[in-house]
């Protein structure tokens, strides 16, 4: 790409409650984190992009949170806006940075998101329902967010041989990269097997307590910049190489095949644009609510064959010392699924693994990291392509 986007910088908050924290508090708290950990001219900065505090919960109550951290900051950005695509928009945000810098409408745009997890008792797990449910064919018949998922993890079972146990193996691998994190929710619980997983209170079938992503709050922010710009903040930046967008539906009732959803679309753009092929892939970092999804997403972004993203899992080979790395911080099962910003966390993982700054769980060969997030019920997909060379 044209003056060559990369993100230079970024920090993630640890994940956990913050009761006397509401949403903007929340993104002053990790805007001083990053500001604390990286020394940035903050007349460099003429872009900034920013999602609504209070997005998960879909109450949408600050919309104009660009204007009001522009002002905290003193940033005066030609590019700017807060933007919503819900679990996608981070990516997303990336995307658009990368492709206003190489337009030449910005040199160094931030990326911020923070927020709160709402509720998942009976008044909490509603609202979300109402948020992402058909209020016809699906909110009326008692709809909630497990089981929503649930849906496309039977069908997945029924087509293409998924079993329960090659479920929870995801749970086990990305549990085993969280004990490498020193942030991570889980990483105190230990270390679990797929035993732990179906012994684990039923939620949904097949879903049971450890198939599920743990709620929590945090926040993130990330720099994309010129490459010269980059290169003067950090010795090696993440690269932005490609990357694709695509919305396939609304609720997941609409959704012409509930075994894909619309990352293949996605992930064949960002090859496209990088010039590069699954096989060049030597991390992914892959959104998880639940345990079915890094299973039909390896599938669907070609980086696995079809039918065969649970025997993947099941193998060993996403998890540490496995062949394809996936979910290095411990997904949001292990790491914590930071509300408004949950989106944030495999993309800060990626940028770390490209840059070399993931500490104990580095990746040695991470030259080229594949980071997918989709919003809403798996309905609006970005895939983002990072390397070490432009």
């Known amino acids: 790409m044209r003056n060559e986007p990369a993100i230079a910088a970024a920090r993630e908050l640890r994940p956990g409650r913050y009761p006397d ?12 984190e990053f500001l604390g950990a990286w020394r940035l001219d903050p007349s460099v900065v003429d872009g900034f992009l920013a999602a609504p505090a209070g997005m998960a919960s879909g109450t949408g109550s600050d919309i104009f949170v660009h204007e009001q ?5 003193g940033l005066h950005p030609r590019f700017s806006e807060t933007l919503n695509v819900g679990g996608a928009t981070y990516a997303v ?12 409408r910005a040199q160094a745009v931030l990326c911020a998101a923070a927020g709160k997890f709402p509720k998942v008792g009976a008044g909490g797990a509603e609202v979300m329902a109402r948020m992402v449910s058909h209020p016809d064919f699906e909110f009326i018949y008692g709809s909630f967010i497990p089981a929503l998922y649930a849906l496309a ?17 995801v749970a086990v691998s990305t549990r085993q990269w969280a004990l490498r994190h020193p942030d991570a929710l889980m990483r105190a619980q230990g270390a679990i097997t797929v035993e732990d997983v179906l012994r684990s209170r039923p939620i949904a079938e097949p879903f049971h307590l450890l198939d599920c992503s743990v709620p929590s709050e945090g926040g993130a922010v990330f ?28 609720p997941v009732s609409q959704s012409r095949d509930v075994t894909s959803m619309g990352a293949r679309e996605a992930g064949r753009q960002a090859f496209d644009s990088a010039e590069l092929r699954p096989a060049d892939v030597r991390v992914a970092e892959i959104y998880d609510a639940f345990t079915i999804n890094p299973i039909m997403f390896l599938e669907d972004l070609g980086l696995v064959e079809a039918g065969r993203g649970g025997r993947f899992f099941a193998e060993g080979r996403g998890a540490p010392e496995g062949d394809l790395p996936v979910n290095t911080y411990g997904g949001l099962l292990s790491f914590g699924h930071t509300g408004d910003s949950s989106g944030m966390s495999m993309l800060i993982e990626g940028a770390l693994q490209t ?19 989709y919003g809403s019920m798996m309905a609006d997909h970005c895939t983002v392509i990072l390397g070490r060379k432009p």
Request: charged fraction near 20%; proline fraction near 2%; hydrophobic fraction near 45%.
């Open 153 to 169: 993890a039977t069908r997945h079972m029924h087509e293409r041989g998924t079993t329960r146990e090659q479920l929870a193996a």
């Open 93 to 104: 945000m990336a995307a658009r940075a990368a492709l206003a810098i190489a337009s030449g």
């Open 21 to 32: 924290l509401g949403g903007l508090d929340l993104y002053e708290k990790v805007l001083a």
């Open 223 to 250: 720099l994309v910049a010129r490459g010269d710009i980059a290169r003067a903040i950090t010795p090696q930046p993440a690269y932005v190489r490609g990357f694709g967008e695509y919305h396939d539906h609304g």
């Open 355 to 373: 840059m070399g700054l993931a500490g104990e769980r580095q990746v040695a060969d991470a030259e080229v990291v594949l980071v997918h997030t």
């Open 69 to 73: 951290l522009a002002d905290a900051l």
